[in-house]
């Protein structure tokens, strides 16, 4: 087994070590960048955040012009969703998933170095639109706000459009190079049905990333056709439909919110089974319900559309239903996986616990959104912006951090900080409620999103007071983090291959992994090979000696 | 395996020593499952064109517009979209020559086979360029005449982007293979550009039927 501090020190010819990272094709090396980079634009996209509820902490125009307000919600919402939230995700799977598979690399490891240096030049487009106008756009690009060139005559809508396609085709090479790595570099034995969760999400979000990333590269080409040359899609005038775009974008734009928020499912089924010590319960229902969940994310896309009023309401409004179904087997075996488990509350695990209470609030909160009379009362309005940030702060980044804190000590050799960990937990968990929750209520109260300023006699002063103020705290949540890191990358490695008793092969190597992963792999008879080979006679391992089969809390 | 020098295990099964890679494995090769996937790909790209062509055609009460069906014709002088259907229709067969021949281990045919391939796909690109300006000059219809026009030159400007990027894969496959590579158990690099090449035919017939047949079937139009 490929424990053991013998690498330390064994180092293949050291180069200049920035020309080495540069130049990387490594995937462990590759994936760090990404974290890196994308850590650093949820920082850039969190400062944004806290410049529009800065604005709107009390009524009235402070220090944003209208203009300036435009350009900060639309980029936050890019920054976030294209910049940090997508590569931090890209970045996981670029590290850990080749280690799942038990393969030395990903299947295309130039294409992969290329994927992320398209995702730096994408993100220099989008960021240098700030400096040519900006894109007073929000990040749904609705024509012909976005379209017409009366309305934004500014470059920065051209750059944030050509950074936007650079980074789909980017995410496309990205999602061809982890089918073909998951189709084609599994160790022996490891059979579809024997993949880790994480590597299951990883291959359902690709396949949703290949085939609604073309769609939206499309779309965003047609409005910078649209602009640039006179085109007529979206212009009534010439014949074109303004409502095709939605249609356009939203066929990206749905499956995207399962881009996002798939791998953190994966994170979570990952971590849980590890924190509780038992098996993922129902780890086929758990495949069927993410595949369904793929599936059905391809057949909801105008339910963003209901009250455009050009759209068949009952067959988006059922198929939305619909999706809640996997999603409550995901509950339901999340939930009995703890049950009767020996729970063990790490920062990792607190984390998970606190994305399952949080986000089921964000799917309660969705699935209200797809009754279409409720919908078209509180269509773009605060409860909206309440329900994506329950799905994509207390979703996404709750799992995010999760990985960071779980997979830290394989990437740094050494654990994060538990204490510092904590802090940042609570930080996080009452930040986000206290930023999100009063949202609901401002929608249901009939606050319109997008907006700089509203009426001091409106009466939600003192809501969105506390919102700006839970803002402030997720910001201040992500200081202890930073800390953290800074801190624990001082200290000596330790080199535990396996820190928290895993199961996955990811854990069956050296903290940090040599460049080449593995010395040797663990035979492969489930989808926990490590603990089969660490508890032989517990698992699906060969069983050593005539042994009962104790299936759940082995203490 | 690829080198790894520093392996502690020299013990280690075959089999082991074997999963960094795959091709022991059989099925398809990796190289061509992704460019079978990034097919999969073009193809929602299209699709996404193609929609936006029907989202006119359904919701436009005259579509083609009056007039267009003067010279957006198959059976207009110099018939230049017929021509077009035919070189590539055989630019398509010559590039499954191409390909056959390697299998068989033949590098002499299928450079041959290829060089064809690439003059037709050359010749392609210059008849749509004659198109392109004679619909410009003498029937004075561009990118801006209209959704229709932003239709036409979107959807056959990206079909002709994707000619010129088969014409790119074929000269790097032409040059390899007269610089000796490739035989009959290495060559998916060909394998891969032909499926590519095979798939740009194929979007090109699906435009000429949508563009200039199917406004004819059936007086749906107008």
């Known amino acids: 087994m490929g424990t053991a501090t013998a690498h330390a020190g064994t180092h293949v010819s050291r180069r200049s070590t920035v020309l080495e990272w540069l130049t990387t094709t490594d995937h462990k090396k590759i994936g760090v960048m990404y974290m890196v980079t994308s850590f650093a634009f949820f920082m850039l996209g969190g400062i944004l955040a806290l410049g529009i509820r800065s604005e709107l902490a009390v009524p009235g125009l402070q220090f944003l012009t209208q203009e300036t307000y435009n350009q900060l919600f639309g980029m936050h919402a890019v920054m976030m969703i294209f910049l940090f939230v997508m590569p931090m995700t890209v970045g996981l799977a670029n590290y850990i998933v080749p280690l799942q598979l038990g393969a030395a690399d990903m299947a295309f490891p ?25 894109s007073p756009t929000g990040w749904t690009l609705y024509v012909p706000l976005s379209a017409n060139t009366d309305f934004t005559p500014m470059t920065g809508v051209d750059l944030l459009l050509l950074g936007l396609v650079v980074l789909g085709f980017a995410s496309i090479f990205g999602a061809i190079n982890f089918m073909v790595t998951i189709f084609k570099m599994r160790a022996p034995g490891m059979g579809l049905l024997r993949m880790p969760m994480f590597v299951w999400t990883t291959l359902v979000t690709s396949i949703l990333l290949l085939f609604s990333l073309p769609v939206v590269a499309a779309g965003l080409i047609m409005i910078f056709i649209d602009r640039n040359y006179g085109g007529g899609f979206f212009d009534p005038a010439m014949g074109g439909s303004p409502i095709l775009w939605q249609h356009v974008f939203w066929f990206f734009g749905h499956p995207e919110v399962y881009i996002l928020i798939l791998p953190a499912f994966g994170v979570i089924s990952e971590v849980l089974p590890v924190f509780s010590r038992k098996p993922l319960f129902g780890y086929k229902a758990f495949i069927v319900a993410t595949a369904a969940i793929g599936a059905l994310g391809f057949t909801v896309w105008a339910h963003h559309m209901f009250a455009t009023g050009m759209v068949y309401l009952p067959f988006f409004a059922f198929f939305t239903f619909l999706i809640a179904v996997p999603t409550g087997v995901k509950f339901f075996n999340w939930l009995a996986t703890m049950w009767g488990g020996h729970l063990r509350f790490d920062t990792p695990m607190l984390f998970a616990v606190g994305f399952i209470a949080l986000f089921l609030i964000g799917g309660l909160d969705g699935a209200f959104l797809a009754v279409v009379p409720f919908d078209f009362m509180v269509h773009e309005t605060y409860w ?146 490590l603990f089969d080979q660490k508890y032989p006679g517990v698992g699906h391992g060969p069983t050593p000696e005539p042994a009962t089969e104790s299936e759940g809390a082995a203490s | 395996m690829t080198a790894n020098p520093n392996a502690l295990e020299p013990q280690m099964s075959e089999e082991l020593i074997d999963s960094g890679h795959d091709a022991q494995r059989g099925g398809m090769d990796p190289a061509l499952l992704g460019m079978m996937l990034f097919i999969a790909s073009e193809v929602m790209f299209f699709a996404a064109l193609f929609a936006a062509y029907f989202n006119a055609a359904a919701t436009l009460p005259v579509f083609p517009p009056e007039g267009t069906e003067e010279f957006i014709s198959l059976f207009k002088f110099p018939f230049l979209p017929l021509i077009m259907t035919a070189v590539l229709l055989t630019s398509s067969v010559t590039m499954q020559l191409a390909t056959n021949r390697i299998r068989q281990g033949d590098r002499t045919g299928m450079n041959r086979a290829m060089a064809l391939t690439l003059g037709l796909g050359i010749f392609f690109l210059v008849l749509w360029a004659t198109d392109y300006a004679i619909l410009i000059t003498q029937d004075d219809f561009g990118i801006d005449s209209g959704v229709y026009g932003t239709l036409f030159y979107t959807l056959t400007g990206f079909h002709g982007a994707h000619v010129l990027g088969g014409i790119v894969g074929m000269a790097v496959i032409l040059s390899r293979g007269l610089a000796g590579q490739f035989s009959a158990r290495h060559h998916v690099a060909v394998e891969a550009v032909h499926y590519y090449w095979h798939f740009v035919d194929v979007v090109w017939i699906l435009l000429v039927t949508v563009i200039y047949i199917l406004p004819h079937l059936g007086g749906g139009a107008a």
Do not use: C
């Open chain 1, 384 to 529: 909206v912006i309440s329900h994506i940030h329950y799905v994509l702060v207390a979703g996404a980044v709750f799992a995010i951090f999760a990985a960071l804190y779980y997979w830290f000590p394989k990437i740094a050799g050494r654990r994060l900080d538990e204490r510092l960990g904590k802090v940042q937990f609570w930080a996080l968990f009452i930040g986000t409620n206290l930023a999100f929750f009063p949202q609901h209520l401002l929608g249901l109260d009939g606050m319109i999103r997008r907006i700089s300023d509203y009426s001091p006699n409106a009466g939600w002063a003192q809501l969105n007071f506390l919102s700006t103020v839970g803002a402030f705290l997720i910001a201040f949540s992500v200081l202890p983090f930073l800390w953290n890191v800074f801190v624990t990358l001082r200290k000596p490695m330790e080199h535990e291959a396996d820190p928290w008793d895993a199961n996955t092969l990811e854990w069956a190597t050296s903290s940090p992994p040599p460049p080449w992963n593995f010395d040797s792999l663990p035979e492969i008879h489930s989808e926990r090979p």
């Open chain 1, 110 to 134: 130039r294409i992969n170095a290329l994927s992320f240096w398209m995702l730096i030049a994408g993100a220099v487009l989008i960021v240098s639109a700030f400096a040519f106008g900006g």
